[in-house]
């Protein structure tokens, strides 16, 4: 089955400092991802929306410079949070969709990064 | 390794019917489960389950957790056409991330 990975898993760092998580479509081309936050009610936030090639899409009220994205391939997205501070310490989630490719436009999750800015 | 399997994948009703969706899932130390409904951007939660046998109701939507047998199902009576979406299950595990299902996706005819 289609297999959406995050590195790192979890992190730790320091107020003001940059932070990247890797978004990788294992076994697909991931025409598309997604990129969400989770809030400690467990409501899922898209943050913003990439294609491969092309500038990330941002949801209303996600600071673009401050959140990074970059999706240079077809299996890899990358999300770098700038100058972190503790009030982005959260659980971050992509997901990946072929758009089509695997027969239906399913989004696929990755497993998470949970990010801790002290 | 972990894994979450759900079923049917796709599910067409017609208003009216009750449905009932499957999650069955391997994980080490588990701590919750939960269910999304997913529209068109994110997922919406509905649920987060960590005790057996304890339904959690919501309007027409209901859930039970059986950890012994290790699944889940979400109930949905008297749907909708509002209801079309992909429901979500995930699994999440003690000092671990979380293992999402594929998704069934329900389709409520008028």
């Known amino acids: 089955g289609a297999v959406v990975s995050q590195h790192p898993s979890r992190v730790i760092c320091k107020s003001g400092t940059s932070v990247k998580i890797e978004c990788r479509s294992l076994?697909?081309?991931?025409?598309?991802m997604f990129w969400y936050r989770q809030f400690p009610k467990k409501s899922l936030m898209l943050m913003a929306t990439?294609?491969?090639?092309?500038?990330?899409?941002?949801e209303q009220g996600v600071e673009k410079d401050k959140f990074l994205i970059n999706h240079a391939s077809l299996t890899l997205s990358t999300l770098t949070v700038t100058s972190a501070h503790p009030e982005d310490s959260s659980f971050y989630i992509c997901?990946?969709?072929?758009?089509?490719?695997?027969?239906?436009?399913?989004?696929?999750f990755g497993p998470g990064t949970r990010l801790t800015v002290l | 390794e972990d894994k979450v399997v759900q079923s049917p994948l796709s599910l067409v009703v017609h208003e009216g019917d009750t449905v009932t969706l499957n999650c069955s899932y391997e994980?080490?130390?588990?701590?919750?489960l939960l269910w999304y409904k997913q529209e068109k951007k994110a997922p919406t939660f509905l649920f987060m389950l960590?005790?057996?046998?304890i339904e959690k109701k919501s309007g027409r939507l209901s859930s039970i957790l059986d950890k012994k047998e290790l699944f889940s199902i979400l109930n949905i009576t008297a749907t909708q056409t509002g209801d079309s979406a992909v429901y979500l299950c995930?699994?999440?595990?003690?000092?671990?991330?979380?293992?999402f299902g594929p998704g069934t996706r329900l389709s409520v005819l008028p």
């Open positions: 997901s990946a969709s072929d758009s089509g490719g695997l027969g239906t436009d399913t989004q696929y």
């Open positions: 076994d697909f081309q991931a025409t598309t």
């Open positions: 990439s294609n491969e090639g092309s500038k990330a899409t941002y």
């Open positions: 994980v080490t130390n588990f701590r919750s």
């Open positions: 960590t005790s057996s046998g």
């Open positions: 995930a699994v999440a595990g003690y000092g671990q991330n979380f293992v």
